[in-house]
């Protein structure tokens, strides 16, 4: 309540008291009785509409108090309501803000996976082929020293077959191939690297046959 309220709750009951008490004081004079009978009506009267003043001030002083209790009441709700969305759109921007960079760094590291498999993945490959190559050089090493050794081995049995087979047949065979070398134009150096004979044996046999 308002201190324009209580100040006239006040008055009112200091004027009802006052009237009492003056009614009380003057009861034995009849005279003064009925005087005073007519001016406690009056009093009443007037303590009526006084009374009735006081309430319908009350009635508007309680209805503006409650209209500006209402009025910033509101005001206070709607400047709390404002100030709470302000804070949830912030706490929301912080949120966005930290799922955004939750995301950029997510792809970022599935892009550094996919690339380190990708590394990986080429460096086993660079691994198999270099392993193959080598595999490939050492089996066409050994399939060339298998080779070589077949070729010397075939040449060393072949020279030991030749020196082996020193019977007359083996011996008129490289004579006649000595003649017809000969005959076909063949140097005696010639016949002689050919056939892996000496010289002085091809010569002779030149000799020999041509004075026949």
Known sequence: MTPLVIFLI?????????????????GNDGDVYATLANDRELNLTEMEEIKNKVEAIISDVSELTI????????????????????????????????????????????????????????????????????KSEAEADKSKNNSKTSNRKAVNEEKENLNVNTDSESLNNNNQKILEMYSQGFSVIDISRTLELGQGEVKLVIDLYKDK
């Open 10 to 26: 006040i008055v009112g009951a200091g004027i009802l008291i006052l009237s009492c008490f003056l009614v009380e004081k003057s």
């Open 67 to 134: 209209s500006q209790t209402e009025e910033k009441l509101s005001q206070i709700s709607n400047e709390k309501i404002i100030a709470v969305n302000d804070f949830s759109n912030q706490v929301i921007e912080k949120i966005n803000q930290n799922h955004e960079e939750v995301v950029f760094l997510y792809n970022m590291l599935n892009e550094k996976e996919t690339e380190l498999k990708e590394t990986v993945k080429n460096i086993d490959k660079a691994k198999r082929n270099l392993a193959e190559t080598n």
